[in-house]
């Protein structure tokens, strides 16, 4: 046998070609630099001498081996440390921990649910309820509620008796019928196998042993179901009259407090100081929750029915104290008035839900926007998107400086761009560079302090008064009240949204020469404008009665307020009566919730409190241009162009319909309405593409032509057409007639 020779020293000798296994060892710097020269070198290459040791297949095989059940504990070792640090593990330690106390409750629970089963079943066997008001109305000294209590129990006691004697006839009468078929059953079973009966009296037998068998099965479950069910009935009738085994799957206020429950808001309420409150409480009074606590988006909602003498606008001035009672911040907890004064509407955030942002706005990097139907505008304290209305709507956006209201009027205004129809105006009442990037989407737009921009902010609001007529008549000559997405879509018409921006308008308002002016078209515009495509969207870091009009405030359609200095400016802002209504923007702070605001009139609930989505500009970076670029190409690919007001014609030419039908009638007598549609698109598309049966019946009622019927199919005939153009071209000539003897006569 041949000694093993060191590595690098080969024995010339020896064949160790089939004993070869991989060794391990280090490559170091040294080795890679005298490799490379070797490499780049014309010599020979100089052999590297390496330390190591042989390793034997079994060897490396177990170094193996031991290598996997490493990485095996390893592994292991990292899922106990998840588990371990778990939030579901913490709540399982502690419900260990205790279960004990848990268990003396849950048996409380059952004793006192059995009891009051018992109670239950006491009163209702004596008349319990009943004879109570018997004796009320004896310590009343009413006559007459006495004997109709007494007159109750008599007839329900006639009543109970009856129906338990028709039980028993009923009883008996089936006893008297089934006893002696069982009778004979069973004797004919005593005396007769079942190979010597008759086949139908066998099959009988082999019916009733499945019957028995279910009802075995039955009765073996039921045994175990019913005193189950029995236990658990009973522990929930005798828990406390708030949640009662809840504390199984919730944890407790020292261990968790992120939820809330009705046991939780009465003893808030119970330490609100409000005298009426507190006289409830003492008596033994117990809350009545018309919606029990229950999940609602990122916090918990609950409706409770106060007591008698109390009112919400009471419990929402103790806002901050109720907010502190609950373990919550007050921007955490809103108290508002519900359907009616005695009615709280209650929701409270879960803990520190609020402090986060709303995330990327959804339309960042793709999509397109209907203005009719909303633009995405953030989220509300429930976590839900907003889809906030432009159309049909006024904004009045403000805050202290820097909490976001330009901000927001920039998401408002992006999310309108990315609606090819809609045409944009904007003015920056200060050096602010907020709209830059929108210039090639604007059709009008102004950024200053000098009194330019509020001279040409006055004339936009003058245009945008004139073009509020123009489509009021355009809208009266079509027969319609207001625009629509259809109507938007129609070019030459000019019915498309016009949504005009100004920021910091209160130096508008406040100007000295044109300020007075402004105020009142405004005004007229809020007023008038809605339904005419026409919008106003205003923001403001001075919401007071001296800076914004008042009857701006009490028609606007949306307010939202960001952080602000007192119940005024909140008032200002969202109506007057919200601060006392609980519903305050005063509770924001500022930096702290910078980008979060009270709403009023984004959607139908009361208030909302929305985090905003924030498109960034600012510190190098530019989130805007990339949409507004997007939004040019939108435009680019519609065919259109940036929508400019002074191209819209005063007077839009009214196409007549009946006369489009008669020319794509032809030389036919009856066409079918799906073929008729199609022409009419063919001959016009701009004004009847996307026209349906019910437009069609519709323009043909209102010429008074009725769609026929021929062989199964809607058809409109051509001599019908024909005699609703002659008689109202009649009733035209007839009038010009009228028109010219007066014009005469005068």
Request: charged residues 25%.
């Amino acid at each position: 046998m041949s000694t093993p020779t060191k590595l690098g020293t080969p024995d010339p000798d020896r064949d160790d070609s089939d004993n070869v296994v991989p060794l391990r060892r280090t490559v170091t710097s040294e080795d890679t630099t005298e490799v490379t020269a070797a490499s780049t070198s014309s010599t020979e290459i100089e052999r590297k001498v390496f330390d190591g040791e042989l390793v034997t297949p079994l060897d490396s095989a177990a170094l193996d081996r031991r290598l996997s059940a490493q990485r095996v504990r390893d592994a292991g070792g990292q899922v106990v440390r998840v588990l371990r640090t778990s939030d579901q593990t913490a709540r399982l330690r502690y419900r260990v921990r205790q279960s004990p106390r848990d268990a003396r409750t849950l048996v409380w629970y059952s004793l006192r649910g059995h009891w009051r089963f018992v109670v239950k079943g006491w009163t209702w066997a004596t008349y319990g309820d009943l004879r109570a008001d018997v004796r009320a109305a004896r310590l009343a000294g009413d006559v007459e509620a006495r004997r109709a209590a007494q007159e109750m129990i008599r007839a329900d006691a006639h009543a109970r008796w009856t129906r338990l004697a028709m039980v028993l006839r009923r009883l008996l009468v089936t006893a008297a019928v089934v006893a002696p078929i069982a009778l004979a059953l069973v004797i004919a079973g005593a005396l007769f196998e079942r190979s010597e009966m008759w086949e139908w009296l066998a099959s009988v037998y082999g019916v009733l042993d499945i019957v028995g068998a279910v009802l075995s099965t039955v009765w073996s479950v039921a045994l175990f179901v019913v005193p189950a069910g029995v236990l658990v009935a009973s522990v929930f009738e005798g828990r406390d009259r708030k949640p009662g085994a809840g504390f199984l799957v919730q944890p407790n206020r020292d261990d968790n407090d992120s939820y809330v429950d009705e046991r939780m808001i009465s003893q808030a309420l119970a330490h609100l100081g409000v005298a009426p409150l507190d006289k409830f409480f003492k008596s033994g009074g117990q809350l009545v929750y018309s919606v029990p606590a229950r999940v609602d988006g990122d916090g918990t909602y609950a409706q409770v029915r106060l007591p008698m003498g109390v009112t919400a606008d009471m419990v929402a001035g103790q806002r901050k104290k109720l907010a502190a009672n609950l373990g919550r911040a007050s921007l955490e907890t809103w108290p508002t008035e519900g359907s009616e004064d005695g009615i709280l509407d209650l929701w409270v955030a879960d803990k520190g839900k609020l402090g986060r942002g709303a995330g990327d706005w959804p339309l960042l990097h793709d999509g397109q926007v209907d203005l009719f139907e909303g633009v995405p505008f953030g989220l509300t304290q429930r976590g839900m998107l907003i889809n906030a209305p432009l159309f049909e709507a006024n904004w009045l956006v403000g805050g202290r400086p820097g909490q976001g209201k330009s901000a927001a009027l920039r998401t408002a205004m992006l999310g309108a761009a990315l609606d090819p129809t809609a045409e944009l105006w904007a003015f920056v009442m200060g050096e602010s560079p907020d709209f830059d990037p929108f210039r090639p989407r604007l059709t009008r737009y102004a950024m200053g302090m000098d009194d330019s921009v509020a001279e040409a902010a006055l004339q936009a609001l003058r245009d945008m008064l004139a073009e509020m007529e123009r489509r009021g008549k355009v809208l009266g000559e079509m027969g319609t009240p207001k625009t629509s997405r259809k109507l938007a879509d129609k070019r030459g018409v000019g019915l498309h949204p016009l949504v005009c921006a100004i920021d910091e308008v209160h130096e508008l308002f406040q100007h000295p020469t044109y300020g007075e002016e402004a105020g009142k078209l405004a005004i007229r515009l809020i007023k008038r404008g809605r339904k005419y495509g026409v919008i106003l969207l205003l923001a403001t870091q001075s919401p007071t009665k001296d800076s914004i009009p008042r009857e701006v405030t009490r028609n606007i359609s949306v307010g939202v307020a960001f952080a602000v200095a007192d119940h005024v400016a909140n008032d200002g802002l969202l109506g007057a009566g919200k601060y006392k209504q609980g519903i305050r923007a005063t509770d924001l702070r500022m930096k702290t919730d910078r980008g979060t605001a009270v709403a009023v009139g984004l959607t139908d609930n009361v208030f909302e409190l929305v985090r905003v989505f924030y498109i960034a500009f600012e510190d190098g970076r530019d989130d805007v241009t990339p949409v507004i670029t997007r939004a040019m190409q939108l435009i680019a690919d519609a065919g259109r162009d940036v929508p400019v007001a002074d191209d819209v014609d005063a007077a839009p030419e009214l196409v007549d319909h009946l006369a489009d039908i008669a020319t794509v009638l032809r030389e036919d007598k009856r066409v079918r309405t799906q073929v008729l549609l199609g022409r009419l698109v063919e001959h016009r598309p701009d004004e009847y593409e996307g026209w349906t049966f019910q437009d069609l019946k519709s323009a043909l009622a209102d010429a008074g032509v009725e769609v026929a019927k021929s062989n199964g199919h809607s058809v409109v005939r051509a001599d019908d057409i024909a005699t609703a153009i002659t008689e109202r071209d009649d009733v035209a000539a007839d009038v010009e007639d009228f028109d010219r003897d007066e014009d005469a006569g005068k």
